[in-house]
Structure formats: C-alpha cells, structure tokens
C-alpha cells in the first residue's frame, strides 16, 4: 500500500553534486526536500512518480494545520526576502538540450476566484492606496544566477528574468502586500486572503515569435506584517500538537521548504490598459478565450434599438454570453464587462449580494443586485379616471377613450405632475389646463393644490369633466 505525501519526492542531486565549485564558494547545503513515506509488499513493483524537467523550491516552512489532500499554504512577511531555489532535472537531457539561457515569470495573483474576476481593479486600487510601491520585487544583491531582470511598471506583482540551467540559480523575492489589504473589513491576519507565487518558464526565441513554453508551477501563501508569519506558524504548530493523535492524522506533515507544485500557465495579458480575466483562471488559464467579449468591451456602446428589449428589461436567465452583455451596457455597467466576460444569465443571477460587491465594489455591487432582482416598483398614488362622456363635441378634442376609466401614476404627489398626466391622457395641451378642482361635499370645487393632492386616497376614482373658457383661452377641469 502506497501513502503518498501531499508534495512528490524527486531524488535530485543536491545543488552541490550538480553544480561543483570550490568549498570557498557560495553554495549552501543540500536542500531538505519532503521525503516519500512508502510501505509496500517486496514483491509487488513500485510505479515511479514523473519527474519534472524543472523544480522550484520556496526555503519558507508549509504550515502544518493544512488538511490531507489540500494544496500546502505557506506563511510570508511582508517585505521579508524570501530564496527561491530553480532547479533543473540533469537526467531530462532532451527537454533541456541545447537550452542555455531561460525565461522565467513570476508573479503574485489572486487564489480567490472571486477576486480574480476584479483583479485589474484591486490593483488599481491598491497602487492608488500606496503609489510608488511594488507588489512583488527582486531582491537583486542577494539573488544568483539571475540575469537581466525586469521589472515593469505597469505590472506591479510580476517580474521577469533569465537564467541559465546548467548554473546554479537563487531568486530571492519580497511581496509587499498582505493579505488583508484585500479584504472587506481589513481586519485579523488570519482572515487575509491567499495568494498564489506561480512561475512560467519559456524558452526565448526570435522576435518575431513568441517564446516557447516549458513549465509552469506555483503555490499557495498568506503575507502578513513583518514577524506575523512567525506567530501565526507558530500558533499552528499550538494547535495541531493539541490534536489526538487521530486528529493529527488528517493534517500534512509541515516541511521546512515549499516545492511548487505543476499547474496550468497563467495566461498573457493582452494589449490595453484593462486586460481581461478568465473567471476560470486558477483551474485551467488558458482554457478561455474572451474573443467576443474583447469586442464588445472595445467597440462603441450599443444602440438600444437594435437590442430588441426597453432599458427596464429582466435578464432572462436563459441569456447567452452576448445578451447579457448587452444586458450590462443597458442598465449602465459597462466597466464590469470585461470582469463579467463570461457569463451567461444563469451564471450572473446565481452571484449573491457578498459576490457582486466584491466584483463591483460596494455602491455598483449593491446597484447591479438589486437591478437583477428589481421587483415592479410601486407608484406613490395610483389614481383611476374616466372622461365624461356627455359632453359637446365643440368644448374638447375627440377622445376615443372617452367613458373608460384609465390609471394614472404619480410619485411626486404635485399638482403640476397631475395636470400634465390628465393632459395626455385627456388629449389636451398641458399649457392650456388653467385651473384643476376637486369636487368636495355639498358640490363645492376644491382648487387641487399640492397637499390636497398628497392627501387623496390612494386607488380612488373619479370623472374628469372638461370645461372650454374663453378668456383666457383654454380649460378647467373637474374631477368629481
């Protein structure tokens, strides 16, 4: 039976076998990598794990309260130059032949999927909160073997660099950021959240082509203020050595060292200012490819006529990908359609209020929910009214709709918004209603001023009579 730790064993020659120098030299001791535990019958033959071409190994211990099965998570100060040890497999000769200088890419991104989807504005605004500072950094004075660094401004958690593989090659990184710098409530650096130190190696190549991908890994750490990662690894030793013995067995074997485990390439970003993000960047980067909503984001926004729907139309939960792109232009969130890239209906009214707020931010993420569960809204006063019927065709213009009660709608309960909806619904000029009266009790007219008209009974009906004046010209109107 094979018990297989959460992070494989590659029995590599220590950094001292394959790169032989003098005893004077700067080479350190042999790494202690995590160790294979394994019991089996004899007679039954041992499968050997792949090996990968390449290896990177972070000297910052696993934390030991992470569950069997669950990827390692790795404690960081913020600030702190942490070594990462590139290695490359001697025994691979033909993934590496020929190879004499590679490209590596580091960066710092999001583990959070909620959070990935807004990336590009977290960190927008996290250089507005700190303008001038980094990410992510190279500590270039204690790093080996790195070559030609870079690291660019508009890009504030990666850095790039050459390297060769046949030498010995120590990267030494500082992440300036904590956890908790994005999250709600900003509290308690255990509540921060993970981030994810992933490396792209590539194989340069001509200009004119792009570079040959050859490997990619990363893992999962927390940052914390300087000498936070410390307690807290420390207060998860605490815990687990207060575990039964049972317990203990559901948690990982903490190691003095990360080994970063395979994953997926992080995807490019393209050219502008605001590239877009997969929603399923963690899982599989480039198994998306947002070229209609690259489109739609670049192109003009949409003409509401041609979009078959009014501005106060529902989205339909069984809308594509485009319609509710067009749905997001009409109700005035186009700065989240590239977040929003791809999403269906179904897929954006099954966000919560929490998801849509970190997505958005507070007032648009509170806008957007309640624009998709936005009920019928209720008018202030809803009043009912019929045109008297018997009337002379010589007083007001013809009204087919004459003797059939019609609903009117006002929400701010002046007399003004009254006139003007009996105008149009009596077919008359509004600027020709002179007066406008209630018939109280004992048949006296009630001029309708404001208040009057904020105290009517909301549902009531009645009948608008119309009566021509000739100085001036125009019309009263009696509603009794």
Request: proline share 9%; charged share 20%; with cysteine.
């Amino acid at each position: 039976m094979l018990f297989w730790h959460s992070q494989p064993e590659h029995l590599w020659p220590s950094p001292g076998e394959l790169y032989p120098g003098p005893p004077s030299s700067l080479l350190r001791e042999a790494l202690p990598l995590p160790y294979l535990k394994q019991e089996e019958p004899p007679n039954i033959p041992r499968a050997e794990p792949p090996c990968p071409a390449f290896q990177y190994v972070l000297c910052a211990a696993t934390s030991p309260a992470v569950k069997q099965q669950e990827e390692t998570l790795t404690y960081l100060n913020q600030g702190q130059s942490y070594e990462v040890r590139m290695l490359c497999n001697p025994k691979l000769g033909d993934a590496t032949q020929g190879l004499r200088l590679l490209k590596s890419v580091v960066r710092v991104v999001f583990h959070d999927r909620r959070l990935q989807y807004t990336e590009q504005q977290q960190l927008d605004g996290w250089r507005w909160s700190r303008p001038g500072d980094r990410i992510l950094d190279i500590d270039v004075p204690l790093s080996v073997g790195v070559i030609e660094p870079q690291v660019l401004p508009s890009q504030l958690n990666t850095v790039e660099f050459y390297w060769d593989p046949a030498k010995r090659t120590s990267l030494f990184l500082q992440v300036h950021c904590i956890s908790t710098e994005f999250t709600p409530r900003k509290k308690g650096g255990e509540k921060g959240v993970p981030f994810r130190l992933q490396i792209d190696t590539f194989k340069p190549s001509d200009k004119e082509l792009s570079p040959e991908h050859l490997h990619s890994a990363g893992c999962l750490i927390k940052v914390f203020k300087p000498k936070g990662a410390d307690r807290k690894l420390k207060t998860d030793r605490e815990k687990i050595e207060k575990q039964p013995v049972h317990e203990r067995d559901k948690y990982q074997t903490a190691c003095e060292s990360t080994v970063f485990m395979e994953c997926s390439p992080w995807p490019e970003p393209s050219s502008g200012p605001h590239p877009p993000l997969s929603p399923l960047a963690l899982t599989s980067p480039n198994s998306c490819k947002l070229l209609s909503a690259e489109r739609l984001c670049s192109s003009p926004p949409f003409a509401l006529d041609t979009l078959g729907g009014s501005p106060a139309q529902d989205l339909n939960p069984g809308a594509s990908i485009l319609e509710t792109q067009q749905w997001l232009h009409r109700h005035r969130f186009s700065n989240y359609c590239r977040s929003l890239a791809n999403f269906t209906g179904t897929d954006l009214l099954k966000l919560t209020r929490q998801d849509l707020i970190q997505i958005c931010g507070a007032a648009d993420g509170i806008r957007l929910f309640n624009t998709l569960r936005a009920r019928p809204i209720r008018h202030r006063l809803t009043l009912y009214v019929a045109q008297e019927a018997s009337r002379q065709e010589n007083e007001v213009p013809k009204n087919p709709d004459s003797g059939f009660y019609q609903e009117i709608s006002l929400d701010e309960l002046s007399a003004v918004e009254l006139v003007g909806k009996l105008a149009e619904l009596l077919a008359l000029p509004a600027n020709q209603i002179h007066r406008l009266f209630h018939q109280g009790p004992g048949g006296i007219l009630i001029l309708l001023s404001d208040q009057v008209v904020q105290n009517l009974e909301d549902e009531s009906y009645f009948v608008a009579v119309v009566k021509k004046v000739q100085n001036p010209d125009g019309y009263y109107l009696v509603l009794t």
